[in-house]
């Protein structure tokens, strides 16, 4: 699996773009990256991201309470980390 590093960008711009309008839970996201972009097992990742494999499945089901810290080890590989985003609210 090859990727080029346009391909890259607009893989991690339209995953980071889902996020932002909400149309891409954060498990799914992380998930479509370490799949897509990586290419890497699920404990080939983990060992990258130094968490524990146990984290990162919880992380791509959406289950437990996953903290801060965990979220952003995921995302540093992408040049990515959590933050903080206005609500998009509805003129009707």
Excluded: W, Y
Aim: glycine share 8%; proline share 1%.
């Amino acid at each position: 699996m090859s990727m080029t590093v346009a391909e890259r960008t607009v893989l991690i711009e339209s995953i980071q773009e889902g996020l932002a309008q909400g149309t891409l839970e954060i498990g799914e996201a992380v998930r479509r990256l370490r799949v897509e972009a990586t290419g890497l097992h699920q404990t080939q990742f983990a060992k990258m991201c130094k968490i524990s494999v146990r984290t990162l499945v919880h992380i791509e089901h959406g289950e437990g309470n996953q903290t801060l810290k965990s979220l952003n080890a995921v995302f540093k590989p992408f040049g990515l980390k959590m933050g903080v985003v206005r609500i998009r609210r509805d003129l009707n």
